[in-house]
């Protein structure tokens, strides 16, 4: 039986909370990609979520495509400065390593819990 050696750097480390709640949180986009669901293509990222004494919670988001200026698909993309032309293809890439003030409403569907986004904004200025 192998048994867990300190020394080594590899860790898995449960965070201070299990889940995000509704709010809003500092947060950095780790990684983008397309998924396909039953409602055409959506937008999937990684995020690094950052409470007030900058713990960190990872987390997963599907965002769904909605051109409306004020939906939260769109900011996204305006503010990461990669939003496409009229009829142009999306390239997320650039989004990776920004960060961001994003609002976030948890969801319960069919017994799974899920992270809405709901607003994205730049973060606030630290004091």
Request: aromatic share 8%; net charge negative.
């Amino acid at each position: 039986m192998t048994t867990h050696d300190p020394s080594k750097s590899l860790q898995i480390i449960r965070p201070k909370t299990d889940t995000l709640t509704d709010g809003v949180y500092k947060a950095t986009v780790t990684n983008v990609r397309f998924v396909h669901t039953v409602a055409g293509a959506s937008l999937g990222m990684d995020a690094q979520f950052y409470d007030a004494d900058e713990n960190i919670q990872k987390e997963s988001l599907l965002v769904k495509p909605d051109w409306h200026p004020n939906s939260p698909f769109y900011r996204l993309l305006k503010l990461g400065d990669c939003l496409p032309e009229l009829n142009g293809a999306l390239d997320p890439e650039p989004l990776v390593g920004l960060t961001f003030q994003f609002t976030i409403a948890m969801n319960t569907k069919n017994g799974k819990t899920y992270a809405n986004l709901t607003g994205v904004d730049m973060p606030l200025e630290e004091a």
